[in-house]
């Protein structure tokens, strides 16, 4: 259980909430020795429409009304530790991120599941620790956000800087900024931007990814679709370079691999639960994909031995060719994601559509 807590301490009675307008808990600020989740925000209903309509006009509406009756609507919970989003519900109220039972959410180890920010460095690609360090640094709110363009209100805006630690292991000046939002029909939009402050002219290269941790039903009613005919590295042969030859990927064992160049948008069909997560990327050419199978997921202290049936990682990255920054220069990525009900399949309807057909 990850029980929120953020407050909205806001006199002001409107819908969306912002970060601003939560007290975020003592002991959530940096660092604290026990990150919790720095806010939950929530769309109202089915459409967010209806909701934000009658958050405005109510007089006396309260933040705490705005959580749909029943517990429907969609939400999101972010960490400052890792800057991690440990929960998206779509909305029909359903989980749609995996985070182990066995999850630590302390440093020095990462939160298992969600969607971990992998920066400067993705898996063992480099020097750095695996996966880079982002993951697990306590990030802050970020108190200026640069205006984006984006038309969602709900969103909530985070930050991570360099460290005196951080300078010895990885030694340049940067920013760190992500922000995490909440579409009115209740899609999950990630929007990260980094930029080069180092103060000597010295450019720096990183690598990026949302390593995302789907919930799924069964891994072996699972199949994504978007990479066939891709190029890969397989990461369980020391990073050899092969070709997908399937028409999709199906699970069967263990899957840890990086595919290059893939298209914008990756789905990934949950047959059981009769849902499709159609993830759509920016400035993000790879995607990983990673299922420890049984033997891994045994000897992970923070998995659980049965919990590889019901996780899939699948996550926009950028590795194969790492991205460079001169001081001044900024990049910006972003992860998009949709839940929609399985009568979608790969590139025949647009979610929207299917949107627009279940409020007939
Ligand atoms: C994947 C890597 O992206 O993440 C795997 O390719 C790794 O090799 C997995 O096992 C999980 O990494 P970690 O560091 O969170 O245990």
């Known amino acids: ?181 909440l579409s009115p029909t209740g899609d999950l939009i990630l929007i990260s931007r980094i930029k080069n402050n180092n103060a000597d002219c010295k450019p720096f290269q990183f690598s990026f990814a949302y390593h995302t941790s789907f919930s799924v039903s069964d891994i072996s009613e699972v199949r994504v679709d978007g990479l066939d005919t891709l190029d890969y590295l397989d990461n369980l042969r020391s990073k050899m370079r092969c070709n997908e030859q399937g028409d999709a990927v199906v699970f069967e064992s263990e899957v840890d691999s990086l595919y290059l160049s893939a298209p914008r948008k990756i789905v990934t069909i949950d047959h059981e639960k009769k849902r499709t997560l159609v993830l759509r990327k920016k400035e993000l050419p790879d995607v990983v994909v990673w299922n420890p199978w049984d033997k891994k997921a045994k000897v992970m202290p923070d998995f659980g031995a049965e919990e590889y049936n019901c996780m899939l990682c699948v996550g926009a990255a950028c590795i194969e060719k790492p991205i460079t920054l001169r001081p001044g220069e900024e990049w910006q990525g972003r992860q998009e994601i949709s839940s929609v009900p399985s009568s979608y399949s790969s590139g025949q309807l647009d979610p929207e559509i299917i949107r627009q057909m279940q409020r007939i």
């Open 1 to 181: 259980a990850l029980p929120p807590e953020a407050h909205c301490t806001s006199d002001r009675e409107r819908f969306p909430l912002r970060l601003s307008e939560f007290r975020v808990p003592a002991t959530t600020a940096a660092a604290s020795a026990a990150p919790r989740p720095v806010a939950s925000l929530s769309v109202p209903n089915r459409d967010g429409r209806e909701g934000l309509r009658r958050a405005r006009e109510g007089p006396r509406y309260r933040p705490r009304q705005v959580r749909p009756p029943r517990g429907r609507g969609s939400s999101v919970e972010v960490y400052f530790y890792g800057g991690q989003v440990t929960s998206w519900k779509n909305n029909f109220g359903e989980q749609q991120l995996f985070v182990s039972r066995k999850a630590s959410f302390k440093p020095p180890k990462a939160i298992r599941g969600g969607i971990q920010i992998c920066f400067p460095q993705l898996g063992n690609h480099g020097v750095l620790e695996q996966h880079g360090f982002a993951r697990n640094r306590l990030w802050s709110v970020d108190e200026s956000p640069p205006f984006l363009d984006t038309t969602f209100d709900c969103h909530i805006d985070l930050i991570l800087k360099q460290s005196e630690e951080d300078l010895k292991i990885w030694p340049h000046s940067y920013e760190l900024r992500l922000q995490v939002a």
